[in-house]
């Protein structure tokens, strides 16, 4: 037997784990598509290079590819470097836990000081080479996850790459 409220929290504590473990792998997204710089050499007049605290900022700028992009002219033809941040090449969405189901027959009980305790069915029936043989208990956990669309604050950002993007390419 087990108090039904460990049994609630294991299953919150085992959500909770795997919800921060999708959020450590969203915050990862970070160094795939942006790199840690150097602080600007100047610091403004708003002191900009240290937080609220007095910590050190971290500075970051896209990783970029630099592509060859194909310009007519009055010349003709010619070739032009664009610098494209990664971010604006490929579909950017995060994950999240948008459900938990947790389904199971448990057999109910009350302790002595009036706390509910549950357990798993017990299985009747015989040894090995007994005929009556009961199925065994089937517990169902279902977890949807779904794909998330990217924060205001990062389709923003996304925007400003696109747009700096667009104003590289002639036409």
């Known amino acids: 037997m087990i108090n039904l409220e460990s049994l609630v929290s294991a299953v919150h504590t085992s959500v909770n784990t795997a ?24 610091p403004d007049s708003n002191n900009l290079l240290t937080t609220e ?3 050190q900022r971290t500075f970051y700028r896209p990783k970029c590819v630099t592509m060859l992009y194909p ?4 010349e003709g033809l010619v ?6 941040p990664l ?3 490929v579909p950017v969405s995060t994950s999240r836990i948008n459900e938990v189901k947790f389904k199971t027959q448990l ?20 040894g090995l080479f007994t005929s009556d043989k009961s199925t065994p208990h089937l517990a169902e956990l279902e977890i949807i996850i779904n794909g998330d669309m990217p924060s205001e604050g990062l ?6 790459y696109q747009k700096a993007l667009r104003a590289q390419i002639p036409g």
């Open 155 to 160: 389709q923003s950002l996304i925007d400003g």
């Open 19 to 42: 919800a921060e473990a999708l959020r450590s792998q969203n915050k990862a997204f970070i160094g795939e598509f942006f790199e840690t710089v150097e602080a600007p050499v100047k």
């Open 71 to 74: 310009s007519e002219t009055s």
């Open 53 to 55: 605290d007095g910590g």
């Open 79 to 84: 070739t032009q470097q664009v610098d494209v």
């Open 87 to 89: 971010l604006t090449l």
């Open 107 to 126: 057999e109910i009980n009350l302790d002595d000081t009036g706390l509910m305790q549950v357990s798993f069915p017990s299985k009747s029936g015989g």
